[in-house]
């Protein structure tokens, strides 16, 4: 199979793959984004550096993490302390808006065409931005949700409430922009036992409902979801569809950047596109109906012609 031989970057210079990348948008019948880790990065949804200092300083200096991503896996001592982590983290990361409008860029685009999303992001910024909710299939989860820990059932619970109450019962005020402290005050590292949440049907702790190991819940959403995105995907198998890969690197290629290769390579009348900052290639057997642009993904989708 070609999945297992080189593949190749574009020659054409970026202002070629550009205006190669638009006329394909302008003549293919539908779209499927395929979107990962490196487009929310892109809209400025960083996991460390100054985002991670001004949130979590406290949670560094006493645990010795320097990201938030490594400090989702950390064994806190307490559920307080657990909750207290994750908390800010789904607030900041679920329920504040990126700060470029990268996504709302991104819908511009796609407007008026027959569309679909499949995502390993789970942060819900293309809800956010205004994109069709009966069009997006988020296959590792929301920071939005719970679940049984166990998990005793195939359900989800909404989290947004008590996330609110978790983080201004650390300190926190609610600002537009994000969380801020009031001057001269730290954050507490806890949150009250009473807000640590329990399943409803069996009592064990909740956990978060992401895709990390065997205990991930898919819950009637996710499966309704996936049934939408498996008749998008049969409606368009012979069509002239352009399957748009932005950010997608290699900790699960076989979801999207797998995916789309079989697809368009299956399909002649199908092409490919990938935006990505340091990962923009595609195999040989497909490189003349694609386009792979190695570049920041909010610069290159501002660079594309408008209408």
Known sequence: MFLKRATTSSTETYWEQ???????????????????????????FSYGGERFHQYFSDFEEAYGFHDMYTGGFYPFPTL??????????????????????????????????????????????????GFDKERLFYTQGDYGLWQCSR????????NQE????????????????????PAGN???????TELVPHCPVCGAPMTMNLRADNTFVEDGGWHRASHRYGDFVHRHQDAAILYLELGVGMNTPGIIKFNFWQQV???????????????????REIEKRSVCIQADISAAIDDLPGE
């Open 18 to 44: 550009i205006h190669k990348l638009h006329r394909t948008l302008e003549e293919s019948d539908a779209i499927l984004l395929g979107a990962g880790a490196g487009l929310s990065t892109s809209a400025g």
């Open 186 to 192: 730290l954050p507490k590292r806890s949150v009250p």
């Open 265 to 283: 390579y299956h399909n002649p009348k199908a092409s490919y596109g990938c935006i990505n900052l340091s990962d923009g290639a595609c195999p």
């Open 151 to 158: 998990p005793c059932c195939p359900q989800t619970y909404d």
């Open 80 to 129: 307080e302390e657990h909750w207290a982590y994750w908390s800010r983290f789904v607030f900041l990361n679920r329920y504040c808006d990126p700060p470029k409008p990268v996504y709302q860029n991104l819908l511009e685009l796609v407007k008026g065409k027959d569309y679909f999303v499949l995502t390993t992001n789970v942060d819900h910024c293309f809800q956010k931005a």
């Open 162 to 181: 008590t996330v609110r109450q978790m983080v201004e019962a650390q300190g926190f005020q609610i600002t537009e922009q994000g969380l801020e402290l």
